[in-house]
């Protein structure tokens, strides 16, 4: 699956883009419905995981590296997110808000998802990649 956008996150990634209203963080948070991201999407789409041991993770602008694609394009990697859940329960995908108000900035779906958090505890990591066309 790809990183979908909601309209609603576009005008905030855009001021931030542009210097207007810099992101001082995003926050990444893992969603349990059974949901495929669409452009049209609000908070609510979005069931929001909650299982023992899980929290939102909070990643800083600084902690994204830049680099050239094999295209000549341009793509930024974050360092790897992992949640450990002790408790039974499925994660269909994840997204991704704005700290300061909960807009939806993006959001993914699982790949060969729903990954099952397993009774006996298991983690799940993403790896936060943006690159451009």
């Known amino acids: 699956m790809t990183l979908i956008v909601p309209t609603s996150g576009e005008k905030v990634l855009l001021q931030s883009m542009l210097g207007q209203a810099p992101l001082a963080s995003v926050n990444y948070h893992l969603y349990s419905n059974n949901w495929t991201p669409q452009r049209t999407d609000t908070i609510s789409a979005y069931t929001e995981l909650i299982l023992p041991g899980y929290a939102l993770i909070t990643v800083n602008p600084g902690s994204w590296t830049f680099?050239?694609?094999?295209?000549?394009?341009?793509?930024?990697?974050?360092?790897?997110?992992?949640?450990?859940?002790?408790?039974?329960?499925?994660?269909?995908?994840?997204?991704?808000?704005?700290?300061?108000?909960?807009?939806?900035?993006?959001?993914?779906?699982?790949?060969g998802g729903p990954y099952n958090?397993?009774?006996g505890g298991s983690t799940l990591q993403v790896t936060p990649f943006i690159a451009g066309d």
């Open 117 to 119: 958090f397993l009774a």
């Open 67 to 111: 680099s050239a694609d094999s295209f000549g394009g341009s793509q930024a990697t974050a360092p790897a997110i992992s949640w450990t859940c002790v408790g039974p329960g499925p994660c269909y995908g994840y997204y991704v808000t704005d700290p300061s108000n909960g807009i939806v900035l993006w959001a993914e779906l699982l790949p």
